[in-house]
């Protein structure tokens, strides 16, 4: 008699979770409609998306994993099913810097999944004006990166802005040299937005010392001017090489392993907390020795941790600074309360930026 194929019976198994998966899959679903009936009902009419809650949902799936899958596997799992549920609900619009397959792009689908309404525009500032004026629920833009630092322009664009940040995502970016060309020596010209220029300036020097560097608005848009030019490449992510069947040349090109961008959500919608949260403050400081000892100074004596500060010209006057900093805590709980309190005092003007659950992965 011979024996069972091992082979079948773990597909046998594998089916059953699969029949088991689809079905929970669906009864959450169906769950999240009722929730938006409830919402509905309540009087709510605009986008049922909450930050906090999903948050507390992920990290909630990552304490639980056990593996073998790892905790951004499982959390990029959970994530594509509650926004398939909340696309259910009333689909959500975002802003981003495009066109389709740029860092941003792949950070909007990170935070919010594929099934978003996507507005793919043409610069930073539009991606304000765009969420501003109601033309999207959300807007994703680029704040800090670990190689080069903050994206100035955000910060300035927030200053003036009555947008409040509503989440935050860390991406891991990883350029790729694409270009139709099969060698390096003939690729003659470069294409990449600046930053990306920058993060990979020492492997261009190594590798094409001789190629001309052109900056563009992305790296999505790199992309599309190398694939209709010869003897040209461009820096983008792997996403912009599938969108735009644009092969890698050579993968990984950044100088540094470990190169991340945070990115913000920019919104209307105020999080409540989330139980670990980040708050950002704009504070216009005094022209006056010992000021920013006394901005910082509240957040010491509570034990605030401070993960960020950055000086930006106030442009109101010569030689006056407006200070943007990231600590930890929400600005309803006590202490961060008041801490922002006594900055107020201090300074001459203190602006909540937002309140938001940290990066989940």
């Keep these: 008699m011979a024996n069972k194929d091992p082979l079948a019976e773990i597909r046998k198994r594998i089916d059953e979770i699969d029949r088991a998966i689809q079905e929970l899959v669906s009864e959450r679903a169906q769950c999240a409609a009722k929730v938006a009936e409830v919402k509905q009902q309540q009087g709510e009419t605009g986008h049922f998306y909450r930050p906090e809650r999903e948050a507390q949902v992920l990290r909630a799936v990552m304490e639980r994993n056990k593996g073998p899958l790892s905790d951004e596997?499982?959390?990029?799992?959970?994530?594509?099913?509650?926004?398939?549920?909340?696309?259910?609900?009333?689909?959500?619009?975002?802003?981003?810097l495009g066109p389709e397959g740029t860092y941003t792009h792949a950070a909007a689908c990170k935070h919010f999944g594929n099934l978003i309404e996507s507005h793919s525009v043409s610069s930073i500032e539009e991606v304000f004006r765009l969420v501003e004026a109601g033309g999207a629920n959300f807007g994703v833009v680029p704040v800090e990166n670990s190689t080069e630092g903050v994206v100035n322009h955000t910060l300035d664009l927030m200053m003036n802005s009555s947008l409040t940040i509503s989440g935050e995502v860390e991406l891991r970016i990883r350029h790729n040299l694409l270009s139709r060309e099969k060698s390096l020596a003939d690729v003659e010209r470069v294409y990449a937005h600046q930053q990306s220029i920058a993060q990979c300036r020492l492997w261009l020097d190594r590798n094409l010392p001789n190629a001309e560097r052109i900056a563009v608005n992305s790296n999505a848009e790199a992309v599309l001017i190398a694939r209709d030019?010869?003897?040209?490449?461009?820096?983008?992510?792997?996403?912009?090489?599938?969108?735009?069947?644009?092969?890698?040349?050579?993968?990984?090109?950044e100088d540094e392993p470990h190169n991340t961008t945070r990115f913000v959500i920019i919104g209307d919608y105020q999080a409540p907390p989330s139980g670990s949260d980040r708050t950002s403050l704009l504070v216009f400081a005094h022209n006056r020795p010992g000021s920013l000892f006394d901005?910082?100074?509240?957040?010491?004596?509570?034990?605030?941790?401070?993960?960020?500060?950055?000086?930006?010209?106030?442009?109101?006057?010569?030689?006056?600074?407006?200070?943007?900093?990231?600590?930890?805590?929400h600005k309803d709980e006590a202490q961060v309360a008041e801490a922002i309190t006594e900055i107020e005092q201090s300074s001459a003007m203190v602006r909540v930026l937002g309140s938001y659950p940290k990066a989940v992965i």
């Excluded at 401070?306 to 930006?312: K, V």
């Excluded at 442009?315 to 200070?323: A, H, K, L, M, T």
């Design 73 to 96: 596997s499982i959390a990029g799992v959970f994530r594509q099913i509650m926004a398939a549920c909340l696309a259910l609900e009333k689909p959500l619009s975002v802003a981003f």
């Design 229 to 253: 030019h010869e003897q040209s490449a461009a820096i983008a992510g792997t996403m912009a090489a599938e969108l735009y069947d644009m092969p890698i040349l050579n993968p990984d090109i």
């Design 295 to 329: 901005l910082l100074k509240p957040l010491a004596t509570r034990n605030i941790s401070m993960s960020n500060i950055e000086s930006r010209p106030s442009r109101s006057g010569v030689w006056e600074y407006v200070f943007f900093i990231d600590i930890d805590g």
